[in-house]
């Protein structure tokens, strides 16, 4: 016996799902994200560590960042008409809209996967590909290691389309794009 998928799993055309159509889908689960047409939902539960990480990292960048840069959790990134994935955090440049539900790459300054078991291969590789193609200038992955965040940061090459890593960060993470920041990488576990 097979189950059949509900009505609004289906794609609504022969060429898969586009990215507005995530924005009339309520019954898909939170945190689905759209890539090369294919919904990915998250369907693990999601570990404490990773919580808190996000969280506090969160609040950590809000702290750091000066007048015209907002961090953001929990939002897609429209990178073009078949990809919207979702960044644990990003930060932008973009005015604040309380009806938002998605962020162009040219008002997104920098995204940061935290690399989880269920989506470690799409974390360390397909989405940032993705997000470079798109040209957003720095991508942040941040690694467990022993229980402890490691940061691992990259610059946008204009010229290849391509991040280059400008460092690995333990224990501390000092940055100067996009904008200058100091991190106590310490303080995002107990």
């Known amino acids: ?9 289906i794609p609504p055309r022969p060429s898969g799902w586009e990215a507005d159509d995530l924005d009339h889908l309520p019954q898909a689960p939170r945190h689905t ?5 294919a919904l990915i939902f998250m369907m693990s539960p999601q570990r404490s560590w990773h919580s808190r990480i996000v969280q506090r990292l969160t609040v950590a960048l809000e702290e750091a960042a000066p007048a015209g840069f907002e961090t953001e959790r929990e939002m897609t990134v429209r990178l073009d008409k078949k990809s919207r994935p979702e960044p644990d955090i990003l930060v932008t440049t973009a005015a ?21 078991e269920e989506s470690a291969d799409r974390d360390r ?22 229980g402890a965040p490691t ?3 990259y610059e946008l090459d ?15 993470l000092r940055a100067a794009v996009p904008f200058p920041a100091d991190i106590d990488l310490k303080n995002l576990v107990p």
Request: net charge negative; hydrophobic share 45%.
């Open 1 to 9: 016996m097979t189950a059949e998928l509900p009505d609004w799993m």
């Open 33 to 37: 994200e759209l890539i090369d047409g």
């Open 96 to 116: 604040y809209d309380p009806d938002r539900t998605w962020y162009a790459p040219a008002d997104v300054a920098l995204v940061i996967e935290v690399v989880s």
């Open 125 to 146: 590789s397909l989405k940032p590909f993705k997000y470079a193609q798109a040209g957003i200038p720095h991508f942040w992955r941040v690694e467990d290691e022993a």
């Open 151 to 153: 940061v691992h940061t």
């Open 158 to 172: 204009t010229m290849t389309s391509a991040y280059v890593a400008t460092g690995i960060h333990r224990g501390r």
